[in-house]
């Protein structure tokens, strides 16, 4: 069975939720369009290529708005991850820039933990989310205004509170359209508008990163419960979505070994 056939249920609001998304993004076209002509928009969206990115990519598309779109490739993403990412590179409106870790950061983190560091400590592992996808997001970021991302506050307790508009962080603000959405709205969009989606969804993997740190979930688990489920709960975030004063104590060794 598909994800589309497990999923796809629209709540009893989804007309005014995706008017509502629609609204937001144009607005954000609007609100951070280039200063001059030659110049990328102030806005772009964090797509991990999951399903509510891939929903957002296509709204960006399909309503031709002038936002950009990024995509962090770890060097360390699943083969079918990366397939989907040539894919939207190849049919994409909007522009799709990939940010990799730096090269030479990554060969040493290695040489020095071992290709298994992120099963021995919260430390080791955020220092590698931090090779792999803090220091490439900063990059991305550069010069934006804005970023919109797919949180959605159904996806965990430490997201239960995501706003649509979060302008908390002086530096730039971050659009969160599918806030509000269900996993079912989600769904229903991919089915109804027939998006390209990643097939570890069909494999029950709701949230996908990393493959190191990515796993099936079974029937019952909690949305992100294989995400780095050797893990204590309140460590299971990258740092992309975290504020600095909500991280964890990163001296305390809050793991397990990896079943």
Avoid at 63 to 77: A, C, D, R, S, W
Avoid at 106 to 129: H, N, T, W
């Amino acid at each position: 069975m598909s994800a589309i056939d497990l999923n796809a249920r629209a709540s009893g609001d989804y007309a005014q939720k995706l008017a509502q998304t629609q609204a937001l993004l144009q607005q954000a076209a609007l609100d951070y369009a280039p200063l001059n002509a030659d110049d990328e928009p102030r806005v772009t969206l964090a797509c991990s290529l999951g399903a509510e990115d891939v929903v957002i990519a296509h709204l960006i598309n399909a309503l031709q708005l002038n936002i950009g779109i990024f995509v962090l490739e770890t060097g360390q993403l699943h083969t079918e991850t990366l397939a989907l990412l040539d894919r939207l590179k190849a049919t994409s409106r909007a522009k799709v820039a990939v940010f990799t870790p730096v090269a030479e950061a990554a060969i040493a983190f290695v040489a020095r933990e071992g290709k298994d560091a992120m099963y021995q400590s919260i430390p080791l592992r955020k220092a590698c989310c931090q090779i792999r996808k803090m220091e490439p997001l900063a990059r991305a970021l550069q010069g934006k205004d804005a970023w919109i991302t797919g949180l959605r506050r159904e996806q965990s307790g430490a997201r239960a509170d995501v706003p649509l508009i979060d302008t908390s962080d002086a530096t730039r603000a971050k659009l969160n359209p599918l806030a509000n959405w269900t996993w079912g709205d989600v769904w229903f969009y991919i089915a109804e508008n027939q998006v390209d989606y990643n097939p570890l969804h069909d494999q029950f993997y709701p949230s996908i990163g990393c493959a190191p740190c990515t796993r099936a979930i079974s029937l019952g688990e909690d949305f992100r419960a294989g995400r780095w489920w050797w893990e204590d709960e309140a460590a299971k975030e990258c740092g992309l979505h975290v504020k600095a004063s909500a991280l964890p104590n990163t001296e305390q060794n809050n793991t397990k070994a990896p079943a």
